[in-house]
């Protein structure tokens, strides 16, 4: 009976190859999948999910914060911690630190990866460009369905509104203020904007997700 299951179960793993494409010898498939990993929310994790489902193993690299302050504006969690919730997701089999904004066919070869995975969204870099460009060319791109409605932006526009006072109706908040033209963001594309009367900076979100802090003058 143990030759015949096995027997059986070989059988089984040589219909899954041959099912897709691959002969006698099916190689594992690798995909890499980078982010800032910023104040991780379901949208995070649904995008991880999905990448994992499109090979075998997930290798998940956590941009620097230098690289996401040049390229988004500073972010608010540490490397270290951005790391930690990434390695403690199921989906991730490996993580890699400190990585670039843009990634590169080189990384993809580093990690000893088939392809990158990402959003159906155009992620654009600091010079306004696709960061995905170069595996889009190259046919190393795959790509699965943004969680629309959720991100980090979107939390801390949340949370800069929760006030004391931010339940009141007719009470404006004297740490709720607008940026004019002076101050080379106008009222179309902010989002929001909050400070402190005792702050010497502004922190400001516009509608393109990226934190500004602009000094007061």
Request: glycine share 8%.
């Amino acid at each position: 009976y143990l030759y015949v299951f096995f027997f059986q179960a070989e059988d089984g793993i040589r219909d899954a190859q041959e099912s897709r494409g691959l002969g006698d010898v099916y190689k594992r498939q690798r995909i890499y999948m980078d982010g800032c990993f910023d104040l991780m929310h379901s949208g995070h994790f649904n995008a991880i999910r999905q990448a994992r489902g499109l090979g075998d193993q997930l290798v998940v690299g956590v941009i620097s914060s230098k690289e996401i302050a040049r390229s988004k504006g500073p972010p608010i969690m540490e490397l270290w911690e951005r790391v930690e919730i990434a390695r403690a997701c199921k989906w991730v089999d490996e993580v890699i630190e400190n990585v670039e904004y843009n990634p590169t066919l080189e990384i993809i070869e580093k990690v000893n990866c088939d392809y990158v995975a990402h959003g159906d969204d155009l992620a654009l870099d600091a010079d306004g460009n696709d960061s995905y460009h170069i595996c889009r060319r190259a046919g190393k791109l795959r790509t699965f369905k943004r969680t629309e409605g959720i991100s980090t932006t979107d939390i801390v526009g949340r949370l800069l509104l929760m006030t004391k006072n931010h339940h009141r109706k007719g009470q404006e908040n004297s740490g709720m203020r607008k940026i004019s033209e002076d101050g080379n963001l106008t009222s179309t594309n902010i989002c929001l904007l909050y400070t402190s009367d005792a702050a010497d900076d502004l922190l400001c979100v516009d509608l393109g997700g990226r934190r500004i802090i602009k000094k007061k003058k």
